[in-house]
């Protein structure tokens, strides 16, 4: 499976941006998940999605300000972040891990299998 992670950017502090993931091949037992790595950090969890249900699961921080949603008829996850603030400047990747659960189970990077290129969102104050 390849994915195609898009749509990053440069914006100003309180802007919004949507992310895009394209995957060449998605089934159904599958889960997609968002991460970010900040500067001279590690690579963080944000949220992850099945994409048989659509149930999501959120990390805290993010929560209420970061939807994630999926088009199945497109192979395409997407990010939508809003409120968008500097400590949001990362590099935002894309994942995939096989699994039959309905709902996101995990938030380790470690469990997914496939790995987009990442996109660079850069948000000044």
């Known amino acids: 499976v390849q994915l195609q992670a898009s749509g990053g950017g440069s914006v100003q502090a309180g802007s919004s941006l949507r992310l895009s993931c394209v995957a060449s091949a998605i089934f159904s037992q599958y889960h997609m998940g968002w991460f970010r790595q900040p500067p001279g950090k590690e690579r963080e969890f944000l949220g992850a999605?099945?994409?048989?249900?659509?149930?999501?699961d959120y990390e805290g921080s993010v929560r209420g300000r970061f939807t994630i949603s999926r088009d199945n008829t497109k192979n395409t996850m997407y990010l939508q972040m809003n409120s968008l603030q500097p400590e949001d400047t990362a590099v935002y990747y894309c994942?995939?891990?096989?699994?039959?659960?309905?709902?996101?189970?995990?938030?380790?990077?470690?469990?997914?299998?496939?790995w987009g290129r990442g996109t660079q969102v850069t948000v000044s104050s």
């Open positions: 999605i099945t994409w048989r249900e659509g149930n999501t």
């Open positions: 994942a995939v891990r096989a699994s039959s659960r309905r709902t996101p189970t995990t938030r380790l990077s470690s469990y997914y299998d496939y």
